[in-house]
């Protein structure tokens, strides 16, 4: 199947500063990814569905400016944490629909972001 | 995009035969079925598809009733590697730009 990595896997930082998410889709072109944000013991919610070339499109209460998405290539979305918080501290897991049978989502493994 | 309603958790032995089922009572004429899997601290897995009846591959097997208002998946034979979450996911499969609803998900646990 399609192969999505993210990087860094785990980032700890100091509250205040950003942090980027990088997205890559390995072996396919992916016009369209998805990022989703999971706190522990809960399920995951779509933040954003980023679109390469344009605008990323926000689900309702996702702070657009807090939450930079930028999807340049076909291959590579970026997501930047801006003046992160403790309460950004999640896990953070980007998809994006492969070349399978059966038009499943790729995840990528997830980035454990840590705010201190 | 049709909800789903998941047990929260099961709890079964190595070697038994496990069944998961999800009620998707508001299910569209276009909507596919899918189950992931999920471990500790990754992205989840795709696992199996269906649309009706039955579906099996070389992990899992999906049963589909006709009204299609709900679906089990099947796991054989269970180890204690497949204690992890696994949500029940309804929508639409044409096209590639599906966002996908995660409901609550069941925790299975395979005990020794």
């Known amino acids: ?116 | 995009l049709a909800k789903t309603t998941q047990p929260i958790s099961m709890d079964s032995y190595e070697g038994q035969e496990v069944n998961i089922t999800c009620s998707h009572n508001n299910i569209a004429t276009n909507d596919y079925i899918t189950w992931y899997q999920q471990f500790p601290s990754q992205g989840p897995r795709f696992i199996i598809q269906g649309y009706k009846t039955k579906v099996t591959n070389e992990v899992a097997s999906l049963f589909i009733p006709a009204d299609r208002k709900s679906s089990t998946l099947s796991l054989p034979r269970v180890s204690l590697s497949d204690t992890a979450v696994y949500y029940c996911l309804v929508g639409d499969d044409g096209g590639s730009a599906r966002q996908l609803t995660f409901g609550s998900g069941t925790q299975l646990t395979v005990l020794p």
């Open chain 1, 1 to 116: 199947g399609a192969v999505v990595s993210q990087h860094p896997s785990w980032v700890i930082c100091k509250s205040g500063t950003s942090v980027k998410i990088e997205c890559r889709s390995l072996d396919f072109q992916a016009t369209t990814m998805f990022w989703y944000r999971q706190f522990p013991k809960q399920s995951l919610m779509l933040m954003a569905t980023s679109n390469e070339g344009s605008k990323a499109t926000y689900e309702q209460g996702v702070e657009k400016d807090k939450f930079l998405i930028n999807h340049a290539s076909l291959t590579l979305s970026t997501l930047t944490v801006t003046s992160a918080h403790p309460e950004d501290s999640s896990f953070y897991i980007c998809s994006a629909f492969g070349q399978g049978p059966y038009n499943e989502q790729f995840f990528g493994p997830g980035t454990r972001l840590t705010v201190l």
